[in-house]
């Protein structure tokens, strides 16, 4: 099987689909690889050095995209190599690569699959964004051979009004067995209760529930709400100061190479987000056994069943959030019941090795059809 693997940037094959990469190997495919900077992947030993890889300097800014020279450059070399690998099944991932690619794929003839991590056209309030956003997406669906969502929301989306051939996959997966030994090295239980938040520093992640948590939160234990994401955290850090609650302190750390042991480290998980395809640092603390509270959103849902393995609220909702909190700590035990049931759910179904196979077989249909 000839197959054609692009995403935006490297970082996506590094963090999410190297066991793709794995299995196309393994089976002796052709494989390439088309992304921005695709030599850091073999310069980091990611990938060996007989795989083709084409490099293709996708926009990362609105600058880039209104720069009419920029993106004829982007869209000649990206036409250049659908026209020269014309034998490939296209499987494409993250929005801007995914619209250039179908772009320039103009009566070219080809066969795209697109794995779609989450449409950008469900973000809360953003009535003309997710309007324009929406009638991109069902133009472009038309250079669409197959589309692989990540949560139900989005699939039924493909169902409904785009009407193309589509398959659900929940996410790319964890390492499961990397998880099972983190969880099981697990550290002794905190002397203050250890609150965790992993997502990037932008107002889509949810961060304002959590500041208005800490403005409302006032405990008879001591409570430490620890955030770790990329981004800038400045702006959100001077929110919070000078109104934390008794007993209650906040802190921003940048992103951690370390962070699944830290995660392992919680004695519970908020996950406030906004928008979300399908959160995998939820799926890694469902595998780590902590307990997990999320908004009631696209993906969040997908993965926690509100009071059986997590809880459930609605994004923006302090005094919901501060309730189920209120609870937790009165119930410390149904929620330790809800993360084992989480952590079995995980183990069975969002193994990082099974997702690959999932989606390489999904693929291999589209080649062969």
Known sequence: MNIALITTKSLT????????VDVCLNNNDSLVLLCNSVHKLKDQKYISDDIDTF????????????????????????????????????Y???????????????????????????FRFHDQGKVLKNYFSEKIELVLSKATTKFITINKDDYKFVCNRIKKSVNLIHGVGVDTNKLIKI?????????????????????????????NLVKVL?????????????????????????RQSNHVGIFFHDFSNNILNIISGFDLLIHPSRREGLPVSVM??????????????????????????????????????????????????????????????????????????????????????
Request: aromatic share 12%; net charge positive.
């Open 218 to 242: 006032d405990a008879d234990i001591e409570i430490e709400i620890h955030c770790y994401g990329y981004g800038d955290k400045r702006l959100i850090r001077s929110r919070v100061a000078n």
């Open 13 to 20: 094959i590094e963090k999410f689909l190297l066991p793709f």
């Open 284 to 369: 890694e603390a469902m595998c780590l056994g902590v307990p997990i509270v999320a908004t009631n959103i696209r993906g969040c849902r997908d993965l926690i069943n509100d009071k059986i393995d997590g809880r459930l609220y609605p994004p923006k909702d302090v005094h919901a959030l501060h309730a189920i909190l209120d609870d937790f700590l009165i119930n410390k035990t149904k929620y330790d019941n809800y993360a084992k049931l989480a952590q079995s759910k995980c183990i069975e179904n969002f193994d990082a090795k099974e997702k690959a196979k999932e989606m390489y077989d999904i693929v291999g249909e589209v080649y062969e059809s």
């Open 55 to 90: 490099d293709v300097n996708f926009p990362s800014s609105w600058f880039e995209i209104l720069n009419p020279w920029f993106m004829l450059g982007v869209f000649y070399r990206t036409r250049r190599f659908l026209n020269s690998h014309k034998g490939h099944v296209f």
């Open 92 to 118: 494409i991932h993250t929005p801007v690569a995914t619209h250039i690619v179908r772009i320039s794929s103009l009566f070219l003839n080809i066969k795209i699959v697109y794995h779609v991590h989450g």
């Open 183 to 211: 969880a099981k090295n697990k550290k002794i239980k905190n002397s203050k209760l250890i609150i965790g938040v992993v997502g990037a520093y932008k107002i889509e992640k949810g961060y304002d529930d959590i500041i």
